[in-house]
């Protein structure tokens, strides 16, 4: 495998990592407030599909990707009205947010079924890009990649680094003591949730703006679902999200380049792999704290509500 | 500007009742604005979503045909659900319990001889399977305290791709072109009809069973006493003796058990083979069904009928009005947006009051 | 019993005004159903259907009416045929191998009825069956690949391994062998039919790996746009996807059902309809190709004369000698390979470095 070969490779897998790492990251978010939120593929898909929509229109990519994030944040707000105002259940709200999210792309979507866009750009950088064996990997992605990279040291500096940061992981640990303490419980989880929607939308007009840029029905094909997925896998620790993202990428565009090399593997054992080694990473971090319990925020899926 | 909520302490069975009724009527109102924007009927698509699939029979059986394995598994469910354990992973456990139990199908294709086992051996596999899956995230979670929110979840695309590989590799029909699909059961290994028309089978009869069930288990028996006890009152419980570990085996148990169930009679009630797809996502829709009705058995029911009667409605909007299949979904998402809504207002009294958010 | 008794005379009664409604149906305009397994607007399988579907509106506008359902689960199928058979429909068109036992059914209750199931294999008095050599056009394909791969590599994602996705590997292996005996096939399945993300990572591997032209046996466009962007050329698959890829696209396997469905109408309409097995290729108009592009006039040339020798059967993509991967022979040197082979086709010709999945 030459250098270039080696890059090209390491390009695919950050494009392939990239949707799956800004919904997970926004993911994150919301469950370290403590809100579980099962809607991140309806959030994802209409994201996708309002994102093209309002980038054809326009003809701007960026508007696209405001109007794909803009979409997931609507969409999250529905959600955080049924489950950090109204205290209804998190899990079957965050399933009724998926079948929405589908339904409603399928129709924001219709006019716009067999349109094509330009992809959006990539960095240039003379000199820089050009850089064998690493100047595309480093300085010839285009914007998503940089914003979901900027995310990752965004949110790792906002969790660990900031007050509010710190009352948010707090929250999502024990809601009861912190809001007996004064914090306010469901105005964070709220703005928490909202931030989630926004960064499932863009990872979904990541897909129809850049990865692949057309709309088609369904086109998220579950990576919402893997995103949720990374969560866990990834602890709730931010870097460890963006590794597992390439991790998780990785493995599939790896497969796909074993076979065209010609070193077949069985399809369905490696499409299981990140759920099973999400479980295993599961399990192997509770033997890791065995007298801690688990690293989950403690407060996750569970209903709060004020009560006097 | 706060908003509060406080429980309701006397909670009016009226309230209660209507709720849901005022959420469908919204529901049904932005439907109908939609739907005129589209520029078709909203009176002649209320007709078809609610009414036609109600007046012939045959439609009727074809709405508790698409409820049954949806109650059953929200049945279940609901015993998960009330004593705070939370398995979304049904729809994992209806898929192995339709793999296993079909294999059995499978297996004895083509058999001779006195075959009345074969059923009832399908059907004791498909459950057994749908525990054996279930309790896999339980023992995760009572052994090493694993979040089973998630091993459960992560566990149904595990199933699923396991059961794709099965119907693509080696149950698939040899005499079959290689096409992903196994024999057709013999029918030994069909659940009967129960009408003429070739439609409701005995699948509907299960799942009533296990309300009536599932029912008389949580009002009157020491084991529903103790799963409403820990749901309610988790401390209660433990004074009481009730031991943690258990009840979250024996409810992981029963959910498995009623989501295998559920799948091996759809498999040998509708569809008669093994598919590399056996579910249009019951699993995950029967957790909608069982909020919706409110974790009691004739609750869920209900539920299950009308989640069953807008998806058929759908189709006949699609056939007769056009409606694209996206409006059905939006639509469906809309109301159980609106529903699991409405039951918060029921149970908390919301107040706004001036000040600063909590 | 009595209760039961009454349901199934209401049943019969049911099915009997069915009846009669179907009939009455047929005084007027000719209700044509199409039950379709994707989205119509997935711009490939599925859309390329309904404009068949459209084709015939466009071609009887006054004695037909069409109604269609889409993204119907195969495993929750019955009953979405059944509601079209139902509303009146006097033809239907289930387009999914995954349709065919549903299909088989419901044909049975509904004997008036005319079905047309795409793809399968089992047929009865008033089911057709379809489906078109899709092979033939990708034997052309593979010429064009042979005569203008410059780095003599090809790339081919496939979906799963059933035979129609392996004649058709086998007969763009032939062709592009028939021009160049040394061309490379690369193959990567993906295990999907439609994942627009999946799809383009493959096409990235294999342009990574050394392909410089790209071939699909998947729906979305992904591949073409992927070989646009880094200035490589693909074939399009089912419809022609010459505007997502206007500087990669040579030419498209685009199914063209228009002919063949309003056929069908107008012999029910005649009265003539016979239950029948048709496998049209290039001569019927079945498999059509996209217009050649992006490649020189003499290839064009050579493809055009190609696809004149496939119609009028003097070029068969499968004539013999034809080799196994192991070297054994598959057909005879001076025969061609029948229908049945080709139908059930579970092995690679030589020259293709690869083992087929299961």
Same mark, same amino acid.
């Given at each position: 495998m030459t250098l270039d070969v080696l890059q090209m490779v390491l390009v695919t897998i950050v494009a392939a990592a990239t949707p799956l790492m800004i919904a997970a990251l926004g993911e994150l978010v919301v469950e370290r407030s403590g809100v579980l939120n099962l809607g991140v593929e309806g959030m994802m898909v209409l994201g996708a599909a309002t994102g093209f929509a309002v980038a054809v229109e326009t003809g701007s990519t960026l508007a696209g990707a405001v109007a794909g994030a803009g979409a997931g944040l609507a969409l999250s707000a529905l959600f955080g009205i049924l489950t950090v105002v109204l205290a209804a259940n998190q899990i079957a709200s965050g399933l009724a947010m998926t079948i929405l999210g589908l339904g409603l792309s399928g129709l924001v979507g219709a006019s716009y079924v067999g349109m094509k866009r330009e992809s959006?750009?990539?960095?240039?950088?003379?000199?820089?890009?050009?850089?064998?064996?690493?100047?595309?990997?480093?300085?010839?992605?285009?914007?998503?990649?940089?914003?979901?990279?900027?995310l990752v040291a965004g949110i790792a500096w906002f969790l660990w680094?900031?007050?509010?940061?710190?009352?948010?992981?707090?929250?999502?640990?024990?809601?009861?003591?912190?809001?007996?303490?004064?914090?306010?419980?469901?105005?964070?989880?709220?703005?928490?949730?909202?931030?989630?929607?926004?960064?499932?939308?863009?990872?979904?007009?990541?897909?129809?703006?850049?990865y692949t840029p057309f709309w088609a029905p369904a086109m998220t094909a579950g990576r919402g679902w893997i995103a949720l997925a990374l969560v866990v896998f990834a602890s709730w620790r931010p870097l460890r999200v963006m590794a597992g993202a390439m991790l998780f990428g990785g493995a599939t565009v790896l497969q796909l380049h074993a076979q065209a090399a010609g070193l077949g593997l069985p399809g369905q054992a490696l499409s299981a792999l990140p759920y099973l080694a999400t479980i295993l990473a599961l399990v192997l971090l509770s033997l890791g704290r065995r007298q801690g319990g688990s690293v989950a925020p403690a407060s996750l899926g569970r209903v709060f509500t004020p009560f006097r | 500007m706060r908003i509060d909520l406080s429980p309701r302490t006397n909670r009016s069975p009226l309230m209660d009742g209507l709720a849901p009724i005022l959420a469908f009527v919204v529901a049904v109102a932005i439907g109908g604005i939609v739907v005129a924007a589209?520029?078709?009927?909203?009176?002649?698509?209320?007709?078809?979503?609610?009414?036609?699939?109600?007046?012939?029979?045959?439609?009727?059986?074809?709405?508790?045909?698409?409820?049954?394995?949806?109650?059953?598994?929200?049945?279940?469910?609901?015993?998960?659900?009330?004593?705070?354990?939370?398995?979304?992973?049904?729809e994992g456990q209806f898929v192995?319990?339709?793999l296993f139990g079909g294999w059995i199908a499978v297996a004895t294709h083509g058999a001779e001889g006195n075959t009345l086992w074969v059923l009832p051996l399908m059907l004791a596999v498909g459950t057994l399977a749908g525990i054996a899956y279930a309790l896999i995230p339980a023992l995760l979670k009572v052994w090493l305290g694993v979040s089973e929110i998630l091993t459960s979840l992560m566990l149904v695309y595990v199933a699923e791709l396991l059961l794709d590989y099965m119907a693509r590799g080696p149950l698939r029909d040899p005499a079959g072109y290689n096409f992903p699909q196994s024999v057709t059961f013999d029918d030994a290994a069909r659940l009967p009809y129960l009408m003429e028309g070739d439609t409701l089978h005995a699948g509907v009869l299960i799942a009533l069973a296990a309300v009536i069930v599932a029912a008389i288990v949580l009002a009157r028996t020491l084991f529903g006493f103790e799963v409403r006890v820990v749901g309610a009152s988790p401390r209660a419980a433990r004074f009481a003796g009730f031991s943690d570990v258990r009840l979250t085996l024996a409810v992981f148990a029963v959910s498995g058990g009623a989501a295998g169930l559920a799948g091996i009679a759809e498999v040998a009630g509708k569809i008669g083979q093994l598919q590399p797809s056996i579910s249009p996502g019951y699993g995950f829709t029967a957790i909608i069904v069982a909020f919706l009705g409110r974790l009691s058995p004739v609750g869920i029911l209900v539920a299950a009928l009308v989640i069953a009667l807008t998806t058929i409605g759908g189709e006949g909007a699609q056939i007769d009005l056009k409606l694209p299949l996206d409006l059905t979904r939006a639509f469906q998402g809309l109301l159980l947006a609106l529903v699991l809504g409405a039951d918060a207002l029921s149970r908390y009294r919301v107040r706004f009051v001036p000040g600063t958010a909590t | 019993m009595g209760m039961i008794k009454g349901v199934a005379v209401a049943v019969a009664l049911a099915l009997g005004l069915g009846a009669a409604q179907a009939q009455e149906k047929l005084a007027g305009k000719l209700k044509v159903g199409f039950i379709y397994v994707g989205p119509v607007a997935d711009f490939g399988y599925s859309f390329q259907h309904d404009q068949s579907r459209k084709a015939l509106l466009a071609a009887m506008p006054d004695k037909v009416e069409t109604s269609f359902l889409e993204n119907v689960p195969e495993a929750d199928s019955e009953r979405s045929i059944e509601s079209l058979a139902r509303s009146g429909h006097q033809l239907i068109f289930t387009t999914s191998f995954g349709f065919m036992e549903p299909t088989l059914k419901v044909a049975k209750k509904f004997p008036k009825?005319?079905?047309?199931? $795409?793809?399968?294999?089992?047929? +009865? $008095?008033?089911?057709?069956?379809? +489906? $078109?050599?899709?092979?033939?056009?990708?034997?052309?394909?593979?010429?064009?690949a042979g005569r203008l791969s410059k780095t003599g590599t090809v790339g081919y994602i496939a979906s799963f391994p059933i035979p129609e996705v392996v004649s058709g590997i086998n007969a763009f292996m032939l062709g592009a062998q028939s021009v160049n005996p040394n061309i490379k096939l690369k193959i990567v399945w993906v295990n999907t039919w439609f994942d627009p993300g999946k799809e383009a990572e493959a096409a990235k591997a294999l342009l990574a790996q050394g392909a410089d032209i790209l071939s699909q046996h998947t729906d979305s466009a992904a591949p073409l746009q992927e070989a646009e962007k880094q200035g490589k050329f693909a074939f399009g698959q089912s419809s022609d996807q010459m505007r997502f890829a206007p500087k990669a696209q040579l030419t498209s396997i685009v199914d063209d059902w228009d002919g063949y469905v309003i056929g069908e109408a107008k012999a029910v309409l005649d009265g003539t309809w016979k239950s029948h097995d048709t496998w049209g290729g290039i001569k019927e108009g079945m498999v059509v190709l996209a217009p050649f592009a992006n490649m020189p006039d003499d290839v064009k040339a050579k493809a055009e004369a190609s696809k004149k020798a496939i119609a009028d059967g003097t070029l068969h993509p499968f004539k013999g000698p034809v080799l196994k991967q192991d070297g054994s022979v598959a057909v005879k040197e001076g025969e061609t390979a029948p229908d049945p082979m080709i139908l059930g086709m579970n092995w690679y010709v030589k020259g293709i470095d690869d083992k087929l999945p299961n």
């Open positions: 959006a750009p990539h960095l240039a950088i003379p000199g820089l890009t050009d850089l064998p064996g690493i100047g595309r990997l480093f300085f010839g992605q285009d914007a998503f990649v940089y914003a979901g990279f900027a680094r900031t007050r509010a940061g710190l009352a948010l992981r707090a929250i999502g640990d024990d809601h009861t003591s912190t809001h007996a303490l004064g914090l306010k419980v469901r105005k964070v989880r709220f703005l928490a949730v909202l931030f989630g929607g926004a960064c499932a939308g863009l990872a979904g007009a990541y897909l129809s703006l850049a | 589209m520029g078709r009927s909203p009176a002649a698509a209320f007709v078809t979503y609610f009414v036609t699939p109600l007046s012939e029979v045959w439609s009727l059986q074809e709405v508790a045909l698409k409820a049954a394995p949806l109650a059953l598994i929200a049945i279940g469910l609901a015993f998960c659900f009330r004593a705070n354990v939370w398995n979304i992973g049904a192995v319990g339709g | 009825v005319k079905f047309e199931h $795409a793809t399968g294999y089992k047929r +009865s $008095a008033n089911v057709s069956t379809y +489906s $078109a050599r899709f092979y033939e056009g990708r034997y052309i394909c593979g010429e064009i």
